[in-house]
């Protein structure tokens, strides 16, 4: 059998099962093929691509790995050091294996796992579902999956973002399984990215093949980037659980392009959201600004909710947001956005986020790191700036 109809065989098989899972109505009990048991909650860490793009280096990844010690980033749980495009020569070995490229990454891949994991880390690194990666510069791994799958998990690899340009117009619910079952083969438990930017819905199939799947195009470092792509990503919602996430792609705090209001903002949709937190930015010469927002413990403890529900928007109004979700322990998080150009009141009322009308509620203030001297009943409301928010972990005392 040539090796498009072992493809397109196998991922019909994927694509089946997807399928029958979506006609159940215990959707929670849908079965990651993977079965590697990661991603019980999203995955933290940083990657190299908004910050870096093509213009990395061993010497880098391995400074960041030391600076995501040094800061303290990785006891929050930033653990993951993912290599973005450009790390591989254009041309595989006589083999067909890929090579790392000589000039930037001359001692290998299995050297630099074996660097990042003697500092308690991660190491993760980037393919394509096509024939090249989008840089164009190096192979994409399209006919190539059990090779390259193999290569990765000898090298000691924790991660996979798998992109998807340059693939020949195969569908991606062609392409993307047969990695998936590649993975499986190779014999280590690999984290895999779906970076399909959410062209085919891969929310409704992602959970059957990989561990996270892009919902959006990429991301830029601009306030209407990134809240068009946490509209985008929120749509979904319901489709996000422990083993897979939504993921509206990486954060752009620290990189300059927004003020640090609307940076709160992007980090805490992001987690409210149960996206996957990477940090996009030189982690190496890291401002007190940035660090004080991606390394917020109540923020993160939110991502990092067992729950894994995904909030929703459940009031809108004009240029004002409330988005909330259930979290563990009988609690619920509210995010009141102001997405508008003037300071407004923002009102979340118990009724829309599931709470009974007579209720009382303690609120503690995750940026504020303060529990509200006040109970609230019925609602509650807080002055918002222009492109700020308020995050609320609200909890029933009555």
């Known amino acids: 059998m040539g090796a498009f109809a072992w493809l397109k065989t196998w991922s019909l098989l994927i694509v089946i099962a997807a399928a029958s899972s979506f006609d159940s109505d215990e959707t929670s009990n849908r079965r990651n093929l993977l079965g590697n048991g990661l991603a019980s909650t999203p995955p933290m860490g940083w990657n190299s691509w908004n910050h870096f793009n093509c213009m990395i280096d061993e010497k880098i990844i391995k400074q960041t790995a030391d600076a995501l010690v040094a800061t303290g980033l990785a006891k929050l749980g930033y653990n993951y050091v993912n290599i973005d495009d450009c790390w591989a020569e254009l041309n595989r070995d006589s083999k067909g294996v890929l090579v790392p490229k000589k000039s930037t990454f001359p001692s290998g891949m299995k050297a630099l796992s074996d660097y990042v ?17 989008c840089s164009k510069k190096m192979p994409g791994s399209l006919g190539h999956e059990e090779i390259d799958a193999k ?23 062609l392409r993307y399984p047969v990695m998936t079952r590649a993975l499986i083969n190779a014999g280590r438990p690999i984290f895999f990215s779906l970076c399909e930017w959410g062209d085919l819905h891969p929310a409704l199939w992602g959970y059957t093949v990989g561990n996270s799947w892009r919902t959006t195009n990429d991301i830029s470092d601009t306030w209407d980037s990134m809240i068009s792509r946490a509209d985008q990503n929120e749509v979904y919602a319901d489709y996000a659980r422990p083993g897979g996430w939504n993921d509206p792609d990486m954060l752009e705090v620290g990189n300059g392009g927004m003020s640090k209001n609307e940076c709160i903002v992007h980090f805490s949709i992001w987690a409210i959201s149960k996206a996957p937190l990477l940090i996009g930015c030189d982690v190496r010469n890291i401002s007190k600004d940035t660090m004080e927002i991606i390394a917020n413990k109540e923020v993160i403890a939110l991502n990092q909710d067992k729950l894994g529900v995904q909030a929703k928007k459940v009031r809108m109004e004009g240029d004002w947001e409330v988005w909330s979700g259930p979290l563990s322990q009988y609690r619920i998080a509210v995010l009141l956005l102001n997405r508008g150009p003037v300071r407004t009141e923002i009102t979340a009322h118990w009724d829309d986020i599931g709470i009974a009308p007579t209720t009382s509620v303690q609120a503690r203030d995750l940026w504020e790191h303060k529990t509200l001297n006040t109970r609230f009943t019925g609602n509650l409301t807080a002055t918002i700036d222009s492109h700020g928010c308020k995050l609320f972990v609200l909890k029933l005392v009555s």
Do not use: E, M, Q, V
């Open 151 to 173: 290569s990765f998990a000898s090298w000691g690899i924790d991660y996979l973002k798998y992109d998807n340009c340059n693939n020949g117009g195969i569908r991606p619910t």
């Open 117 to 133: 994991h003697t500092k308690g880390l991660k190491l993760g690194i980037y393919s394509d579902a096509g024939f090249y990666t």
